[in-house]
């Protein structure tokens, strides 16, 4: 089967991830060439060319895929493609104690210079005041990050006709914010409708765990993806797979549920796939299992359960080869 | 000041933290070797030696320690003292789906054999067949784990003269179970009575993130740590260090909440010790923080929030050395 | 203006609350008389006439409603339209400390004879078996219940174009599954789109606090309701009002958040319409609040706070009379 | 058996439930009548004895209650003794959402009067300026609210030899602030220590669910209960009765897990006491029961799991007779 690569420029943008009428079909296999806008619906040249909230790319109908299978999505690239990025400069006010919220400063943006040359972030001198900007903080002003990009929001259309804002998740992914969603990750999605409907955007030129200023540094993104369609492999949460590790997603408040979502669906896998029983994998996740917080600011947090692949048996032939 | 190293053999257990009768009067500066007993309360021969529940080496009054300042506990070496150790083997009820719980197995114990020479830990097969012990489940047989020794439960007396049973955790420390608590780690606990009053026990050979299977592998140690006191360093969370990073610990229910005590306890410490105001420290966490789980398990889950020092200003003398 | 009253028989039902083309457009200040089937989809005759899972009759158009207008449905008549009803005979593994869950017994389904000459239900027997349900244990052969008739689920078309689960709820309404939305009572929704877009349906003949059997006693209703427009009243949250009590609706997990949703939308509503300051209405709600649980069973979980109306000021004319 | 009427006058108060030694020993049966001081520690005279902090009158033994019993506490009287109390003004920030806390006036105290001849609670404008003290703001000034005295703290010595703040609460009972333990009501506890050690304190004129103020109208209180000791009765969580209602008690966080705990203790009861089976308390649970709101302000949130004693089964004689 010879893949092809599609280049994709959209037009349109949604920020519902859902049963929208497909911007492009593309073959089990297929690469798309696409870009993203940031979060506030700006695009390479930082024009606002769509109103913001995590505005989506697609959806893309992948052929072959049904209900009850898995849309497997593989990262290939993830570059920001301009030279500035935005960020919250106040940690959010539901992950601080309540009495503590009264001694934050007001909400307000910082700019960010984004180099992908040399792989770094350091925050920018505004050259003119805005309404809602700030400069970089003194103590901040030689700060230099490396660039870790990767993508806040992507996901299937729900099942049951659901059409849901890009500003939460769930089953069918959406607004995860999980700094783990890099470029050469795999990741395995439930499809819910026919043709899956991949949705992809809100692209971060890095984040920190847990989202907490309710941003990563935001930048419009060139993105290029693979779908491939795993028939019958039925899944319930998000997973995902890099070099080292396999992880289950989970989407819910409180944390407390979003572990147990991910922690399930992880030994859940381990069963399909690994043919561990669950005293086997209970065993080996109590000793090894590892996880990370996604967002703790979206409506829904997300949490991820990981396992290193080094202390997993082979796994037979999967259908994802 | 010439600092002392005490040598301690304990003689009894206590499984609250709370205001006891010291065991041993230590100054500032001083440091102690002693071992712990297993959270079943086995002793270093695998006899057991006291009822169960996280027993506590301790309390050591720690001179010049008062209500206000932090006690600074440097957990110099942490080493299993016998062969073999226990883990669960079940993923508790608590962390899965509700409705997935009624597929577990039953609770079951299982021995790991502990190699300090090589380490590494094993599972190992029962010599013969005992009530609530299971042999390793087949798919396990040839598994090995690194050793990665930590303590589970420390922490100095609370305040308002309350006893807090070793099963939990709070301001004062406690039963956190946090893989991050190993060797070389440095830790700041706020001391509510005269002299602290630090207890320590609970051995663990390794740990996954969260001590899901309600167990690391729990075995005996030996131990040596090294107690200061820092003066009108006023916390109210437990803080820690090590080589790369300052860590704070909030410990509640649900993890949002200790989510929240762990966040803004590092606020304040960013603002005291590193001279960032809450904007430049907001800033800064949202795109370098990073979250670890202690536990999932106990009656107060522990949730541990992360920045890497070299993104941070140089500390003036902090008193801390 | 005259008010009209239109007889509307359902053709087809969602089981989403959204954007979908109305069935029916109505003047502001009509009322309508129609049918709901039941969560099952079953109508007065018992026949399953739509899939499950809650479907809905609308939506209804209600002329000049708006954006940042509240829909103001009074909710003229509830009345069960069937001699059955059926409802489930286990707690949900959710409302169970996890380790108790594995004690349960299996889920089934009860059946329920309705009798709104005597307003009361009682277990009934099967006339054979059937899988899935169960006839009344022995200890409740002889139970009566009162009638409370209710509607578990309805509200408005969400925002951002949104079309959410009618298994789940939110600032829009939806699943609810709160028992004091009975007859009389009057409810005010978030107007997010043109016309509002009303939907109602799964009817339930009685439910205990928290709906955690994960049923009321489901059944088809003939309903009545009126709806008005409050032009300009901007709400967050569903409000409602009976004859004693005004009182504000939170849907999310965990119940936390609901209360501080509810709480936060009844300090605005007396501030609002009342005319208490904060410091008023928080020294009064203090002292005098009720909370009522809606069900904590569904993805989103219903707190309501409520205030009793002797405590509160006269309102000027609030555009709802 | 004659029982005994002890009146006594309390010394000393104590900040924690716990093993402190008994300042009366009374017998199964036995009455007493003694006083309690406000949460802040002030007496009838409105004079400071004790540091504030829900300080406790008691502990008193109670012969013959060993571990594995039940303590069966009578509230017989409850009566506010002196004429003033004091409540807070603003709702606390954890009911609130996050981002509406910054809108929070400054927390104060306001004064009330309390006539118990007239059965009413008004509030007092201050004689002069004091520090942290405001007037009753004008919209209040002529509210009157009937009295409706409950104590807000009371328990026995917790396991494991624990001593626990009066702040939170726990299976041992504590800080619950449930507005339901009022005069005339039956509570159960479990006995954890020989003697029980009963403790009781935190009165409140009034207070509305949730003391989501942080206080009801506090005052110091004239109290008689009567402790009667049900042997072998075990019991994991406060357990009460009123005319009309059998309850249980859940305190933890969040809110969903005190739900869990009430909702699965009342199954236990149903089950003991009343010989339901779990099939047959689900699903009258599931149309009858009802859940109240102790408190969301503490360390521990209350609820409350009400079930209707007139659909309830005849208990056998059940030991408490």
Redesign the interface.
């Known amino acids: 089967m010879a893949m092809a690569t599609h280049h994709f420029r959209p037009q349109r943008y949604y ?2 991830i ?1 049963p929208h009428e497909p911007v492009l079909r593309i073959a089990d296999g297929d690469s798309v060439v696409t870009t993203t806008v940031d979060s506030g619906g700006r695009d390479a040249s930082g024009d606002q060319v769509t109103p913001g ?1 995590n505005p989506q790319t697609g959806p893309f109908f992948v052929e072959g895929a049904e209900p009850g299978d898995a849309l497997v999505v593989t990262l290939d690239q993830l570059v920001p493609n301009r030279r500035t990025g935005l ?19 007001e909400f ?1 943006i ?1 700019l960010w210079d984004i180099d992908t040359a040399t792989g770094t ?1 350091r ?1 920018r001198k505004l050259d003119e005041p805005h309404d809602g900007l ?1 400069d ?5 002003e030689h ?1 230099v ?1 490396p660039l870790e990009p990767m993508v806040g929001c992507f996901g299937v259309a729900p ?7 890009t ?1 939460t998740s769930g089953p069918h992914g959406g607004n995860m914010d999980y700094r783990g969603f890099a470029q050469g990750v795999t990741v395995l999605l439930p499809v819910a409708v026919p043709g899956a409907l991949f949705h992809i955007g809100d692209g971060h030129a ?12 935001e930048t419009s993104f060139d993105v290029r993806f693979t779908c491939r369609v795993a028939k019958g492999v039925g899944i319930r949460w998000p997973r995902g797979e890099d070099r080292d590790y396999v992880f289950t997603v989970g989407n ?6 979003a ?3 991910a ?2 669906e992880m ?1 859940r896998w381990l069963e399909e796939d690994f ?6 994998s ?12 996604g967002n ?1 600011y979206d409506p829904a ?1 997300t949490m991820v359960c990981k396992m290193p692949k080094r ?1 997993l ?1 082979e796994r037979p032939g999967d259908g994802r080869g």
Chains 1, 2, 3, 4 share one sequence.
């Open positions: 920020t519902t859902g909230g960020s919250g400069t106040t940690v959010a006010p539901g992950v601080l104690d309540p009495d503590f919220v009264r001694l934050l400063p307000a910082m972030a925050p700030v970089p903080p003194t103590p901040l700060l990050l099942a049951r006709g659901q059409a849901i804002s500003a890095t984040q920190g765990d847990g989202e907490i200023v309710g941003t990563g540094i819910a408040r409180p944390l407390d549920q572990v147990q979502h922690t399930t030994l043919r561990l029983d669950l005293r086997s209970s065993t080996l996740m109590g000793q090894a299992v590892r996880y990370e917080v703790v947090y202390l048996p």
